[in-house]
């Protein structure tokens, strides 16, 4: 069973940064791709950016220039960099992972809060 968690969410200062891990117990080179996704209140859940297996990589126009995604095999970890964060930012941040047999795994969330 594959298994993600989140962690790094936290309280910033808009302008500030955070990066956030996705850490699998498995290994990551078995995904297809893996993604983050958020999801603030009141709205639906939405796409923030994915990174295949090859390591393309794809970016909502929302957190484009602001945010990378990356993938450190060795450490089956997938990493969300944000950076000049603004307060519409604020939401809990999930990553999933699309595996060969394209099946969805998602982690629990964490929570990114941008206020002054």
């Known amino acids: 069973q594959v298994q993600l968690m989140e962690s790094g969410g936290g309280l910033v200062q808009p302008g500030g940064s955070l990066r956030l891990s996705c850490a699998a117990n498995v290994s990551v080179t078995t995904f297809k791709t893996m993604a983050w996704y958020r999801q603030a209140p009141g709205k639906q859940r939405e796409w923030v950016a994915t990174i295949s297996f090859t390591r393309i990589t794809a970016y909502a126009d929302s957190v484009k220039g602001r945010y990378t995604i990356s993938r450190d095999n060795p450490e089956n970890t997938m990493y969300l960099q944000m950076n000049d964060l603004k307060p519409e930012d604020t939401a809990v941040y999930y990553c999933?992972?699309?595996?060969?047999?394209?099946?969805?795994?998602w982690g629990q969330g964490t929570q990114v809060t941008v206020s002054s």
């Open positions: 999933k992972a699309l595996t060969l047999a394209d099946r969805d795994y």
